[in-house]
């Protein structure tokens, strides 16, 4: 193949311009220190260099959320530190006011401090971030709440506001206004306990909060008279507590026993058994409850038997617990002595009429014994009614024995149920039953039988209001004084509390504060346990009232629900803290990913600047090489020009 002049004059130049070229693309990657500076340098490169360049760009946005959520937090946490304080001085205020030494007038302008204090939680409620409300949920650009009356009503939804905060990661920011100033945080009334009285219509199976008595048998003995039965009640088949009280008394006066009668107690919660001293002593009657329960001195416990010349015999009692051990000790003692001498016994016995002790000198002629006690300041042959001459007989004082009866179960745990088991004196009171409360329960038998104290009860809902009267003829039961609530055209559910022992109301629209209070001076509401409020703005909006009527009682009461507010919003300060904690180790995490693709982003898209220079340094004297040669192979001539 021929080579002409034009192929040789091509190649050359061919050569030359991929030599430029290279120069070229040398000095644009030392100027700008990068070895992809368009698509073509590296097609896979570029690939990698744009995934890298999209995650740094995300991680961008991703650490502006953070950043303006951590905005949101701060402030949140601001916000809350604020109100903490602002609860502590109400609490501070209503442990204050609750002492006996201040009068109206101070608990006046504690009132106004008060009401301060709930102007500036109102403020922080409306808190705003760049215009936006930050407790309004998604309603951030109107007031979040406004005080109205004796209420605060939310102007929010329950909208969360979400940041992406990395690859997948929403995380909440906001806390709604509700749940943070208008959340219940416990049940008025769920603690009440009304003291439902007993009443002869009371059912047994409601006793003890309708856990019931045991329908089974019990006895009770006289201690003082062994010569009556054992009574056995049954309760067998019975329904209320008249039954219970009719079964007891029935078999009682059926045994013999008639000192003592059941009946209703005068605590109005229970069963009394009453007895009355009959005056009789039997061997098991025991000393502590002789000389109508003023017992028998056994100190030092000694007595003298003596004629006054040869017999002089000391009797020790001590020990004794009952009538037939002083017998005991008595005949034991005494007789040994006499045996000794020759004599015929002396004995000591309960006498005819179970009433005192009687000694019986058995010696013909008797011997003139005189009973004695050791010295001036023993009382032991007193107190037992023995105190004199034996001649033939000495007949004892009557040792006036207080009642004494036991109660005892036979198998179950009918006597403890009905509160009435157990030894006693006198009268045996029963204890509490606690019925249980129910509908059907007049209101009359609350308060132990005494009834509700008279007095008007105040709701307060937002910026509604109503009242209920419970003094109001047509409630009679507890079913009525509950409609009357559940009716009032409030959004409020009352109900009897789980314990069954009071009333509970609850409030069921959680974009309103709930208050009850009392009318004027009235304590129905405490004496229901209902008084108060369990929101945060609630229980500041009541403590305002409180003081404003100068309720000293009612200020006690608020110390307990600010105390709840009060944790109830570190609760809420804790789960910001927490949130930041988030929103900081997210950032944490992002800073590194950042670094870890800017590295990546480096190493495939930055020239190493080291060799590019030796290259560069290679190719300008090849570039230059080449020039020098083309012009040695390339001679231009006239008509090269011309073709030009």
Known sequence: MRITTSMMTGRVIFNMQRSIRRFTEMQTQMSSGRRINRPSDDPLGTLRDLSYRTELAKIEQFRENLSQGRNWINTYDSVLSDLTDFVNTATDLAQSMANDDKDASIRANAAVEVQSVLDQMIYLANKEIGGSQIFGGFKTKIDSFNQVGNGVVYNGDLGEIQFEIDAGQLMTINLDGSSVFLTQLTTLGEDADLNIGVTDATLLADLHLAGGVDLTTFTIQDRNNDALPISTIDLTGLTTVNDAITAINTQLAADGIINLTARLGDEGNNIVLESTEDGIICGSSLLAYLNSGNGVDLTPGEIIVTDGAGINVKIDLNGSLTIDDVITKFNTQLNAELALGGYAPVTMAINATNTGLTITDTNVPPLGLTIEDIDGSSTTAANLGILGTVYPVLDGTDLNPATHFEVAEAGGTAAADLGILGEFSGTRVGDDLDPLLTAIGLLASLDNRLGLPSGEITLHQGAASRTIDV????????????????????????????????????????SKSFVIGEASLDHVAKAMGLFGSTDVMGSAVALRNALQKNDRKGSEMLVRELENSLQHLLNYRAEVGGRAIRLDSTDRRLVDANVNFTRLLSEVEDADLSELVTDLATFENNYNAALLSAAKIIQPTLLDFMKL
């Open 471 to 510: 003094d109001d003829p047509a409630f009679t039961t507890v079913q009525d004084l509950l409609d009357a609530f559940n009716n009032c055209g409030l959004d409020i559910t009352a109900s009897i509390n789980t314990a069954g022992t009071g009333i509970q109301v609850v409030n069921n629209d959680t």
